[in-house]
């Protein structure tokens, strides 16, 4: 087995693996009639005619399959993006866009700065995150020695986010620049899913690089750091627990401006 899947598996163990959604440049009835093969199910199709990706929801995938298309994900064939256990999961998720309606694919000021208190605020609660840039944006994800239930997740997730806007304004910046979401959302449940580390963005082709404090590495260099982080960096669930519990009480004004502005 191709290292690289490997890693994939073992850092989104939790996450279901029975169902998914495929992002491919192919389509047409041959295509399906390859994909929905070993009582493969396809529960929608989203056909794009502006030379972006097709999608396709999958369900009733086998193991075997969907090595096949993490496979095919790590060579850039397609992107396979999972979704979230409907109760409980050990894998969580921020994703934070560029909020312009205009030229949506610059990195703005307003963004440098909320991913940096997330990061920081995190990792001063014991996580440290693995922040992959995407397109306008990143995906901080952080890996929990066990599931907890998506309540608990949601509210943790919220209250760092909140922090993070709160910081924004205190700083004079413009907080409705960016918008910032969390998985699992329990308003979405089955309906939203996230691509995985290691693809190309469908609107640049740039490769999804991880972003350190030291700044963004090239591909080689993210595969490593993906792979340090996978074995070594799981928020401890009696961690996670002290974190959740600590972010309820600090509900003052003055501590939710202790984000380093930097």
Not at 71 to 93: G, I, M, P, Q, S
Not at 98 to 104: P, W, Y
Not at 156 to 172: D, I, K, S
Request: aromatic share 10%; glycine share 6%.
């Amino acid at each position: 087995m191709d290292p690289r899947v490997s890693l994939l598996k073992e850092f989104y163990a939790g996450l279901p693996k029975d169902r998914a959604k495929v992002e491919s440049r192919e389509h047409g009835f041959a295509f399906l009639e390859k994909l929905l093969t070993d009582g493969v199910t396809l529960e929608y199709g989203e056909l794009t005619l502006t030379g972006q990706l097709h999608k396709y929801k999958l369900r009733n995938i086998p193991a075997s399959r969907m090595d096949e298309l993490f496979f095919a994900h790590v060579e850039k064939r397609c992107n396979v993006c999972l979704y979230f256990d409907d109760t409980a999961n050990d894998t969580l998720c921020f994703n934070l866009d560029n909020n312009h309606k205009t030229n949506n694919t610059v990195l703005i000021p307003e963004m440098a700065f909320a991913v940096r208190s997330i990061r920081d605020q995190l990792t001063r609660l014991g996580c440290e995150p693995l922040i992959i840039a995407s397109g306008r944006g990143y995906h901080v994800w952080c890996r929990l020695g066990a599931p907890a239930d998506n309540s608990r997740l949601f509210d943790f997730m919220l209250r760092v986010a909140a922090r993070t806007m709160a910081a924004l304004h205190h700083e004079g910046r413009d907080y409705r620049q960016i918008k910032i979401n969390v998985y699992p959302d329990l308003r979405t449940r089955d309906v939203v899913s996230l691509r995985l580390f290691g693809s190309d963005h469908a609107k640049n082709n740039v490769f999804s690089r991880i972003l350190t404090p030291g700044g963004l590495l090239d591909e080689g260099e993210s595969w490593a750091w993906f792979e340090h982080h996978t074995r070594n960096k799981v928020f401890p669930i009696d961690t996670f627990n002290e974190a959740l519990a600590a972010l309820g009480a600090q509900g003052d004004t003055a501590k939710s401006r202790g984000t380093d502005s930097k």
